[in-house]
């Protein structure tokens, strides 16, 4: 599972630092999704962490209001 989590981490890591920078900040939600996935993976491990990330995801629809969602 540490290697899992480890792959999990290194993806949204890269993410972070290569791919969102290139679009305009529209996050709905105070953490981000990846800050939220990351927080999410720490905390719970990889399946439920994983789990909670993507339904976090799933939210992220303009006819959802967003605001604060911690983990």
Known sequence: MKLLEFLLV??????RLF???????????????????????EKYGVVRGTYLAVRRVLRCHPFHPGGYDPV
């Open 10 to 15: 290194s993806v949204i890591k890269f993410y």
């Open 19 to 41: 791919l969102s920078p290139l679009k305009p900040p529209t996050c709905r939600f105070v953490p981000t999704c990846s800050e939220y996935a990351l927080l999410a993976i």
